[in-house]
């Protein structure tokens, strides 16, 4: 039986026992975490899900948090400006065991959840808890001083801008051409 799970904007197609490298899971080594975005299941019978497979699950042991191979960025630009520039890093990744392919009753399962990087514990109890009780709202105060205050300001946003005189010196030149 295989699946075919998304994390981290990728897809992995694996089955039972297969290693995998995916981007940053949170959690330690020996932790076991379950992936629940299940693109599509198969084997005997193939399901495709509509974008996900309801109730199904990837179950995985993390084996260790490492750092993937050195990526090098290197760029020259046109030529006779000689700019070079060299950049390089190393992509943080979980490297992975795959331990059960769940075709139904993950979300039952008690594993914590692997999603966007972050490990959640699927069965988590429901607390309900009371909404707080509203208090009144405060009384706006003198909505009458407001209207007036707004008054001044719209009056001393409608004065016209002062005209310009044309300078002196060009017009004593304009006589002088003459």
Same mark, same amino acid.
């Given at each position: 039986?295989?699946?075919?799970?998304?994390? +981290? +904007?990728?897809?992995?197609?694996? !089955?039972? %026992?297969? =290693?995998?490298?995916?981007?940053?899971?949170? +959690?330690?080594? *020996?932790?076991?975490?379950?992936?629940?975005?299940?693109?599509?299941? /198969?084997?005997?019978?193939?399901? =495709? /899900?509509?974008?996900? =497979?309801? %109730?199904? /699950?990837?179950?995985?042991? #993390?084996?260790?948090?490492?750092? /993937?191979?050195?990526? #090098? @960025?290197?760029?020259?630009?046109?030529?006779? @400006?000689?700019?070079?520039?060299?950049? *390089? @890093?190393?992509?943080?990744?979980?490297?992975?065991? =795959?331990?059960?392919?769940?075709?139904? +009753?993950?979300?039952?399962? *008690?594993? !914590?959840? $692997? #999603? *966007? %990087?972050?490990?959640?514990?699927?069965? $988590?109890p429901a607390v309900a808890k009371k909404p707080a009780a509203k208090k009144p709202a405060a009384k706006k105060a003198a909505p009458a001083k407001e209207a007036k205050a707004a008054e001044p300001k719209a009056a001393a946003e409608k004065k016209p801008?002062?005209?310009?005189?044309?300078?002196?010196?060009?017009?004593?030149?304009?006589?002088?051409?003459?």
């Open positions: 039986m295989f699946a075919v799970l998304k994390t +981290g +904007g990728k897809q992995y197609k694996v !089955a039972n %026992g297969d =290693v995998l490298k995916v981007e940053k899971l949170a +959690g330690n080594a *020996g932790e076991k975490v379950q992936f629940n975005e299940i693109l599509m299941l /198969g084997g005997d019978k193939v399901t =495709v /899900g509509a974008p996900f =497979v309801a %109730g199904a /699950g990837v179950q995985a042991e #993390i084996l260790e948090q490492a750092k /993937g191979p050195k990526l #090098i @960025h290197y760029v020259k630009r046109r030529r006779k @400006h000689s700019s070079q520039r060299k950049k *390089g @890093h190393r992509q943080q990744i979980t490297v992975l065991r =795959v331990t059960d392919i769940l075709a139904s +009753g993950a979300d039952k399962s *008690g594993v !914590a959840a $692997a #999603i *966007g %990087g972050t490990v959640e514990v699927t069965e $988590a801008a002062a005209k310009k005189k044309a300078p002196a010196k060009k017009a004593a030149a304009k006589a002088d051409d003459k």
